[in-house]
Structure formats: structure tokens, C-alpha cells
């Protein structure tokens, strides 16, 4: 199984804040992983595919990049509605694999 | 609008079963392949089964191997999920989600809460 390990598991931060959010992957993937957000009792929302595509109706603040082992999220400048919790996901084989998690907390 | 709607969830006794459903609305269903990510209380998410459009191709998870079970019916625009001899670690968030190939998960239903203890 491929191991996807995401740093930090916790991250504070305020309004305005440059947010970086790192996945690993214990093998190549390629460019197949996806970035998801999650807000507390709320389903995950899908904000990037494919490493680096922007969902549709994603504010353009949020960006993906690396390819390969090592991937990351960044939120150019955290707003309000960004404190949550975010996960990275592999989808180059089954089975599909999560990273841990990383809460963006307000600081 | 697109949407899945979980149902099923409850609290069942340790060694029990119980069988939840995903309703598809608002695109083709039969065009999808079909997940199950599910959330124990506090924890991150975990991904436990996938089957493919056709219903032709399933995947699990080790945690679930031999235990539970997906399938489909694309005439009811249904997806299924049979767990059987359940765990106190099967307790969680159970949340379907639609896939195309070679795609992330890019609709998620709401969820529905199972809880197994005696």
C-alpha cells in the first residue's frame, strides 16, 4: 500500500498568512493526488486534482504543486473561511490512500 | 444538482450487521465509479471500498476484507454497503462518494453515523 504521510498535522496561522501544507508519498505517484478540504461535520470537499488543478468555484488563493514523493497545498493568503482541516489523497492505485490530516487553526 | 444522499447508519451490537445505502441524483449514475470513505470519531479520513461503473470491478480495503461488502444497482441509481460482523472499530462517519477513472472523489454525500457498541 502507498503510505501518505502530510505535514504539519497542525498549523496556526492568521488572516493574511502565506499556508503551506506538505503530502509524501512512500512511492511515486505521479501527479495523482488530490487536496481536500473539510470543516467540522461536514463532508470533504474536493479542492484540487491531479496535483494541481483548481476545482471549479476554488477561489484562486489555493494551489498545488510537486509531483512524484513529495506534494504540496498552499493558500497564498488565509481567509476567514479557510480555517479547517485539509487532506491529502493518492489515486494512482488501490488502495486509495489519506493523509493524516492538517488543521489550520487561527492564531 | 448532483447529489448523494447516505442512509442506513445506526447503532448496532459488536458482531452485527448492517446495510447502508447511497441514492445518486442529478448525473449518470451508471458512468461512476462509486466509493466509501468513512471517519472514526475525531480521526482522519479512510478510504474502504470502491466499485466500478459496471459494478463488474470491487476494491477494499484490508480493514474491511472479508467483512463487508459493495455493490450496486444502476436501475436504482443505488449504491450498496453490507457490513457484517462489525467491530467497535467500524464506528464512523460512513461517506459515499462518486469517482470517474483515473479521477479524484468529486461529490460527496452528507454521511451517515455508525455506531457499534453493546
Known amino acids: 500500500d502507498i503510505q501518505m504521510t502530510q505535514s504539519p498535522s497542525t498549523l496556526s496561522a492568521s488572516v493574511g498568512d502565506r499556508v503551506t501544507i506538505i503530502c509524501r508519498a512512500s512511492?511515486?505517484?505521479?501527479?495523482?493526488l488530490a487536496w481536500y478540504q473539510q470543516k467540522p461535520g461536514k463532508a470533504p470537499k474536493l479542492l484540487i486534482s491531479?496535483?494541481?488543478r483548481l476545482e471549479s468555484g476554488v477561489p484562486s488563493r489555493f494551489s498545488g504543486s510537486g509531483s512524484g514523493t513529495e506534494l504540496t497545498l498552499t493558500i497564498s493568503s488565509l481567509q476567514p473561511d479557510d480555517f479547517a482541516s485539509y487532506y491529502c489523497?493518492?489515486?494512482?492505485?488501490?488502495?486509495?490512500?489519506f493523509g493524516g490530516g492538517t488543521k489550520v487553526e487561527i492564531k | 444538482e448532483v447529489r448523494l444522499l447516505e442512509s442506513g447508519g445506526g447503532l448496532v451490537q459488536p458482531g452485527g450487521s448492517l446495510r447502508l445505502s447511497c441514492a445518486a441524483s442529478?448525473?449518470?449514475?451508471?458512468?461512476?465509479?462509486m466509493n466509501w470513505v468513512r471517519q472514526a470519531p475525531g480521526k482522519g479520513l479512510e478510504w474502504v471500498l470502491a466499485?466500478?461503473?459496471?459494478?463488474?470491478?470491487?476494491y477494499y480495503a484490508d480493514s474491511v476484507k472479508g467483512r463487508f461488502t459493495i455493490s450496486r444497482d444502476n436501475s436504482k441509481n443505488t449504491m450498496y454497503l453490507q457490513m457484517n460482523s462489525l467491530r467497535a472499530e467500524d464506528t464512523a462517519v460512513y461517506y459515499c462518494?462518486?469517482?470517474?477513472?483515473?479521477?479524484?472523489?468529486?461529490?460527496w454525500g452528507q454521511g451517515t453515523t455508525v455506531t457499534v457498541s453493546s
Open positions: 466499485i466500478s461503473d459496471s459494478g463488474g470491478d470491487t
Open positions: 462518494a462518486r469517482r470517474i477513472p483515473n479521477y479524484a472523489m468529486d461529490v
Open positions: 489523497q493518492q489515486y494512482y492505485r488501490y488502495p486509495l490512500t
Open positions: 442529478g448525473f449518470t449514475f451508471s458512468t461512476y465509479a
Open positions: 491531479k496535483a494541481s
Open positions: 512511492q511515486s505517484i505521479d501527479s495523482w
